[in-house]
Structures are given as structure tokens and as C-alpha cells.
């Protein structure tokens, strides 16, 4: 069946640039997701990419997809203590219906 | 600002007990979910509605069921509470038409089963 996977933690100085990995099996979806989960709370849409696009930038976020590797990331450039966080990639698969979901990376900013 | 929200932040309850998780979305979203969060699992899907009344099984349906009475609601149920349902509880809603999958997300209820 589909899957989404990511590695499990993520650990980096504040003032650096993140990398979160993401790769999936297969998707027909028109968007990718990336959700943020702060402590004690629910998961927040931060920012997608639509499948026929390369790369997108938002501030200090760019999403970069491979379609041909299945390979989509996040990076966080000038990474700050408020970005600790999990941070979730998602395939919306059959119009969101059954979003298939990576473990979560959990980010560490050290200060 | 659109919210989700769920009722019980935090509950505690026994082995056997009835349980109930209500939220309420004021979005006037069609469809609604209920997912469980644990740790290096991710979140799994355990029901959903696309509208009153209606209900489909996500991927771990059992030892649940759920509720959606009116459009704004959806209620999932543990008719007898077991320890393995000790868990993280998300609640979420999306549009019908227009729908782009983005899912709005209450802020979770932690359930503990002793």
C-alpha cells in the first residue's frame, strides 16, 4: 500500500538550517503537505507544494520535490527555538479522505 | 478565526468504561475525521463522515464508533475503555467541494486508560 516515511528526530543549533526528508511510495495527489504540531497541540497546515512544481518558497521555508526519487523535503532556513516542533509530511490521497501521514520529525533547536 | 474544537483536553479512565470524545467544528466543513497519535506511528485514520449521518472506517475502526448527529459535531466512542486505547486523539475537519485535502485540526485529547 502507499506510504509516506521520515526519520523520527532532528536535532540543530539555533541560527542553522533545517532539512527534513520525506519519501513516498506513490501519489496521484495534486498537493503535498507539510503539517507543524507544537507542544500539546494539534497539527497546523505550514505550507504544500503542488505536485508539478520543483521547488516553492515561503519565507524562510522552501519545499523541494523530486517526483522522480518521490523524494519531497522542508527546510527551515535560520532555524529558531520556536520552530521545535514536530513536523508531519502528508500525501492528501483520495481528496484528503485518507491522508496518509509520515511518522513526524521531531525538531530540536538548540540555543 | 476557523477553529476545531475539542472538548476534553485531558481525561482519565478506567478499564470497561464508556468514553466520549465530542468536537465541533464552525467552519461548515462536510467532511470530519478522528485520528490517533502515538509516537513513531504517526496519525491513523479511524473514522470519518463526509456528512450527517454518514460514517466510513479509516484504517483502525475497531474498539470504536462515532456519531454525527449535526453537521457541526462528530463524536467517537470507546464503548468499553481497554488500556491499549491509551492514546493522543485528533480531531479534524475538511470542505466538501473545493476540497484542496488540507485538514483543519482541533487541539487533541489525551486520553489515559488505567
Known amino acids: 500500500g502507499e506510504d509516506v516515511e521520515q526519520s523520527l528526530f532532528l536535532s540543530v543549533r539555533e541560527g542553522d538550517s533545517s532539512v527534513i526528508n520525506c519519501t513516498y511510495t506513490d501519489s496521484s495527489s495534486t498537493y503535498l503537505y507539510w503539517y507543524k504540531q507544537e507542544p500539546g497541540a494539534g497539527l497546523q497546515l505550514l505550507t504544500y507544494?503542488?505536485?508539478?512544481?520543483d521547488m516553492k518558497q515561503d519565507q524562510r521555508l522552501t519545499v523541494l520535490l523530486n517526483k522522480k526519487d518521490k523524494h519531497l523535503s522542508l527546510r527551515i532556513a535560520d532555524t529558531q527555538t520556536g520552530d521545535s516542533a514536530i513536523y508531519f509530511c502528508?500525501?492528501?490521497?483520495?481528496?484528503?479522505?485518507?491522508?496518509?501521514f509520515g511518522a513526524g520529525t521531531r525538531l530540536f533547536v538548540k540555543a | 478565526d476557523v477553529k476545531v474544537t475539542q472538548s476534553s483536553r485531558y481525561l482519565v479512565k478506567r478499564t470497561g468504561e464508556k468514553v466520549f470524545l465530542e468536537c465541533v467544528q464552525d467552519?461548515?466543513?462536510?467532511?470530519m475525521f478522528w485520528y490517533r497519535q502515538d509516537p513513531g506511528l504517526g496519525l491513523r485514520l479511524i473514522y470519518f463522515s463526509y456528512d450527517v449521518k454518514m460514517k466510513e472506517k479509516g484504517d483502525i475502526p475497531e474498539g470504536y464508533s462515532v456519531s454525527r448527529e449535526k453537521k457541526e459535531r462528530f463524536s467517537l466512542i470507546l464503548e468499553s475503555a481497554s488500556t491499549n486505547q491509551t492514546s493522543m486523539y485528533l480531531c479534524?475537519?475538511?470542505?466538501?467541494?473545493?476540497?484542496?485535502?488540507?485538514?483543519?485540526f482541533g487541539e487533541g485529547s489525551r486520553l489515559t486508560v488505567l
Open positions: 467552519m461548515d466543513h462536510e467532511n
Open positions: 502528508a500525501d492528501p490521497n483520495t481528496g484528503g479522505f485518507k491522508t496518509i
Open positions: 479534524a475537519s475538511s470542505k466538501g467541494s473545493g476540497n484542496t485535502g488540507e485538514l483543519f
Open positions: 507544494i503542488f505536485s508539478n512544481m
